[in-house]
């Protein structure tokens, strides 16, 4: 195939599916905004460095900003899938409870980033945290916040 060709290209996105004609090498962040309309993930950086784009990609927290779309390798999710049954994920309610969004742009994918994290350790010290989060950047400065917000939301886990 040559550079700038279109090909289609199936994704699972939030539970849906969708089938897009696009280049394959046209960023993940990309399809999710401009061709699905999904617009939690944001533009941050571009270079993978802020986490702003984050997504969870078959429940790995990835920078959409650097995977091709047609590197995908599993089903996507966003913010908009993450709560449960219809319901507040509970990060989500201790970032509420927490009053963690100050400008509210960095927060998808610090939640989602949060989630892998939980997914894997449900009771994370502060220094699991903190390497965790580290790649996540807040340019309000809520870090104690996001911190007292997961362990929050860790031990609501541990208790359901």
């Given at each position: 195939?040559?550079v700038?060709?279109?090909e289609?290209?199936?994704?699972?996105?939030?539970?849906?599916?969708?089938?897009?004609?696009?280049?394959?090498?046209?960023?993940?962040?990309?399809?999710?905004?401009?061709?699905?309309?999904?617009?939690g993930?944001?533009?941050?950086?571009?270079?993978?460095?802020?986490?702003?784009?984050?997504?969870?990609?078959?429940?790995d927290?990835?920078r959409?900003?650097?995977?091709?779309?047609?590197?995908?390798?599993?089903?996507?999710?966003?913010?908009?899938?993450?709560?449960?049954d219809?319901?507040?994920?509970?990060?989500?309610?201790?970032?509420?409870?927490?009053?963690?969004?100050?400008?509210?742009?960095?927060q998808?994918?610090?939640?989602?980033?949060?989630?892998?994290?939980l997914?894997?350790?449900?009771?994370?010290?502060?220094?699991?945290?903190?390497?965790?989060?580290?790649?996540?950047?807040?340019?309000?400065?809520?870090?104690?916040?996001?911190?007292?917000?997961?362990?929050?939301?860790?031990?609501?886990?541990?208790?359901?």
């Amino acid at each position: 195939m040559s550079v700038n060709e279109e090909e289609t290209i199936s994704l699972i996105v939030d539970g849906a599916s969708f089938e897009v004609s696009l280049e394959a090498e046209m960023p993940l962040l990309w399809v999710l905004r401009d061709e699905l309309g999904i617009l939690g993930p944001k533009y941050g950086c571009g270079i993978a460095q802020c986490g702003a784009c984050t997504v969870l990609i078959d429940g790995d927290a990835v920078r959409s900003c650097q995977v091709a779309a047609g590197d995908v390798w599993g089903p996507v999710t966003t913010i908009a899938a993450l709560g449960l049954d219809g319901a507040d994920h509970p990060l989500q309610t201790a970032w509420i409870k927490h009053q963690v969004a100050q400008c509210g742009y960095c927060q998808s994918g610090q939640i989602l980033q949060a989630a892998a994290l939980l997914e894997k350790d449900t009771s994370p010290t502060d220094s699991a945290i903190d390497a965790a989060m580290s790649s996540n950047l807040c340019r309000c400065g809520t870090y104690p916040r996001i911190r007292a917000a997961i362990h929050d939301a860790a031990r609501s886990l541990r208790e359901s």
